[in-house]
């Protein structure tokens, strides 16, 4: 009997990995896996395996297609097969990139594996999001895997699971909201309502795991969809195609049926940046990081519903950035520790003196490689700008304590704080170093 039980599961088993080449199977017994992330700057950073490589992708409900950034410097351990080249365009305001289509790879999320994966690979070097986020980052990914598995997202705990389609059970949930989903380009879009000065605006929006703000809002003067009196000009965001800029504002009222968020961050990005999300006439803007991180949810595309369920981080506040300035990590200096050694002679003395006590002071020097902070972005008339601060000042410190003890998300959330917060850099230009001293200001008042 147990030897007929080994050659069933080994059947199956072995069904799976040859069902799996057509799409993502999850191949254990439950046919359902948890795998944990990490959230950066609002954006789901998950463990995947390409090719048998460990490397870590942003999972992106705005995404239609598996995209590797950096190829170049990962080819020789990749081995991506099967490519032809084509050309690749998203947000911002650049050209159209270069990209190798190819076809066969085998990619792996935990126990989910598909071994005929479609992916497309950047070959541009400059094109990486790693610096912007201060953690390496390889890629995204989407719809490839949302269409085949029930994927939960669970912000407040930081893990995703995977579940088959036909093994997946709801539950009775009296707290949730179930929306139903509408595609377009094989991305998925939900209805929902915006209240701009007091009137009420219903609005189809793109669901954007892959954008880090909140929600993002195309102009339409017909509709009312405008910024209110009360905004100021800044980057937006780093897209395929460049940087992304706009307006920023304040919403009255944000709401998904009954869940309704109120003083909410909106962007108006501008018509240069996003000419080509406009393709879909009907889509009023994005849903992005900053809202969606306040729900745990279930994205089930075959049946074209999410169900949304409040967590810990629904009543946070919706902050942004009060200095101007925008940092990225851009790559590694020595840094020099002195290590004093305390030394005696023999006899406790120093030559040549009558202390019994005399001590020897031997500095020597400890050096380690640690993280440059440098300002990638700059608001203007921004508190930081006011003060002489330019693109490409390397910050050395924040308040008095080493910029390289910080990780990037940490040290931009010192621009985050209240207003009237009083910020001390210490700012290295052309191996200058200098002081600046600014405090953080309300654009909303």
Known sequence: MKKVLIIFVLFVWFNDSIFSQGKF????????????????????????????????FILDTGVSKTILFNYLNLSDSLKIR???PVYLRGLGEGESLEALKSRNNKFKIGDAIKVQHELFAITNDKINFAPRLGISVHGIIGYDLFKDLVVEINYSRKFIRLTESEKYRYR??????????????????????????????PVKLLIDSGGSDALWLFEDEELGIKNDEKY????????????????????????????????????????????????????????AGNVLK???M?????????????NSLYRQEFGYNKSGIELAHDGVRTVKIVDFNFNRNNRGTVKGTNEMNSIILSPSYESFLEPVYTIVELRKDSPAERVGLQLGDVVLSVNGKAAHKYNLQDLMKKFYDKEGTRIKLVVERNSRVFTVYFQLENLFQ
């Open 25 to 56: 199977v999850v191949n254990n017994l439950k046919k359902s896996d948890k795998v944990h992330f990490k959230l950066i700057n609002n954006l789901i950073i998950i463990p995947v395996e390409l090719n048998d490589v460990e490397l870590a």
């Open 232 to 287: 100021f000009y800044d980057f937006l965001g780093h897209g395929l195609s460049g940087s992304v800029y706009g307006k920023r504002s304040k919403l009255d009222e944000f709401s998904l049926n009954r869940f309704v968020l109120k003083n909410a961050n909106v962007a108006f990005p501008d018509s240069s940046s996003i000419s080509f999300a406009k393709k879909n006439k009907d889509r009023n803007g994005s849903l």
């Open 172 to 201: 009775k949930c009296k707290k949730c909201e179930t929306l139903n989903l509408e595609f377009y380009n094989n991305k998925p879009y939900l209805n929902a309502h915006v209240k701009i000065n007091s009137k009420s605006i």
């Open 294 to 296: 306040r729900f745990n």
């Open 82 to 84: 099967d490519t032809e």
């Open 298 to 310: 279930i994205l089930d595309y075959q049946k074209a519903i999410i169900v949304l369920k409040k």
